[in-house]
Every structure is written in C-alpha cells, then in structure tokens.
C-alpha cells in the first residue's frame, strides 16, 4: 500500500490565483482530513469527510473547497489565494472514529506571493 | 471551547528521561493521542490513551488524567534521533449525532536532544 499520497509536494502561487490539492489514499477509509500547518505551531482542521458524498468544515475553512466523489480522493480547492494561506498542508485519513490514529500524507508546502 | 497547551519547546540530554506535559480542555472526550513530527516531515503516531493510567509502549509512555484534563508524554534513554516536535490531539468533538473522528491539536513541543 503506497498510503496517502499527496501531489504537488510544493507549489509557489501568485496572489489571485487558484489551484487543487491532490490527496490519495489507497487503504479504503472512510475518514479524511485536510490540515494546514504554520511554521512552528500545531495542525488546525481545514476541511474533513466521514465517506463519499459527505464533507464537513473543520476549524478554518475560510478559502477553501473540497469534495468527495469517491472513498480514495480528497480534494482541497483554493480559490482566489491569499499570502494568509502559505502553509504547508497535511491530507489524513483513518479506518473508524474511536482509538484510530490518523495516517498522514507527506505534506504539500504552498507559497503565496 | 477548545484549548490544548504545551510548552513550545524543551531541551534535553542524550541518555537522559523527559516529560512533555499536555492539558486540555475541550467539548467531548473520546480519547488522546501523542504524535511526532521531524522537521520538514508528516506527524507519525507515537500513543493513544482513552482511559485514565499510563500506557507503556518501550522508551515512550503515554499519561492521561480525565479529571484533570492532563497528559503527560515520557521519553526514556533520550536519542539523537528523538530530536523532534512533540503533538498532544484531543480527539472527540462532536458534531451533529456521532463523533467524526476530528482531532483538535495543540501547538507541538520542539524537544532537542543535546549530546
């Protein structure tokens, strides 16, 4: 199992531009997550999905899309960027709600200028 | 609300033990969990905890007090390689009829193991 895969692994955008956040798990979890990280503090929950079809806002949602058409892709859409949004981004996902850790992609590191 | 608090950051020496403490308070307790995280890298699971007591897992053992919102990360015959950030996640908020899974962060400690 290759895991959760996350595509570009770092992107540089320019102020107003848009871009798609790729995140694959291939370990057929119903939960996925979207974090964004700043330099030096915790993750904060951007967006989640309990299954397909089915999403929900997480803490800062602010500038931000996702869906969820199929078990294995999520997804997070950035409109209209912003410098507030250069982070590094984590996509997650796990098997059931209680006692289940979390299994992270490695990250994408955006930059907006 | 939510708050979860660590100390930023810890130093410690090469052989030598070294607690993280976390305390938190939130809304819905379903369990506590203690990642890590190198530089530059994704957090990996270290520990969970649900019930009150330490959990034992070989040089890393995990804390929990529900009553008092308190849990506690031990790390034991410190290594180089240890030289990480440390991340205490409530996990349990609510949301609508069940529990999604979310977990709510605190700020990581940066722990740095000196020879």
């Known amino acids: 199992n290759a895991g959760v895969t996350q595509t570009p692994k770092f992107r540089i955008l320019k102020i107003g531009q848009s871009m798609t956040l790729q995140c694959t798990q291939d370990m057929n979890h119903n939960y996925m997550y979207w974090y964004r990280q700043d330099p030096g503090m915790g993750l904060k929950l951007i967006y989640y999905s309990v299954g397909a079809g089915i999403t929900d806002k997480g803490e800062v949602p602010n500038g931000y899309n996702v869906s969820r058409s199929t078990t294995e892709d999520f997804p997070l859409r950035l409109e209209l960027a912003a410098p507030s949004q250069t982070s590094v981004y984590f996509c997650?996902?796990?098997?059931?709600?209680?006692?289940?850790?979390?299994?992270f992609g490695p990250g994408t590191r955006l930059l907006v200028l | 609300g939510q708050n979860i608090d660590q100390p930023t950051e810890m130093t410690a020496t090469e052989g030598a033990i070294v607690q993280i403490n976390c305390t938190y308070q939130?809304?819905?307790?379903?369990?506590l969990f203690w990642y890590q995280q190198h530089a530059g890298e994704a957090p990996t699971f270290l520990s969970y905890n649900v019930l009150d007591g330490l959990e034992e897992k070989g040089r890393f053992s995990s804390f929990l007090s529900r009553s008092k919102g308190y849990s506690y990360l031990l790390l034991k015959e410190l290594q180089m390689k240890d030289s990480a950030s440390y991340l205490c996640?409530?996990?349990?908020?609510?949301?609508?009829?069940?529990?999604?899974?979310?977990?709510?962060f605190g700020q990581g400690t940066t722990l740095q193991v000196k020879p």
């Open positions: 939130t809304s819905g307790f379903n369990g």
């Open positions: 996640a409530v996990s349990g908020l609510f949301h609508g009829s069940g529990n999604t899974g979310k977990l709510i």
């Open positions: 997650a996902s796990s098997p059931t709600r209680q006692g289940e850790t979390q299994y």
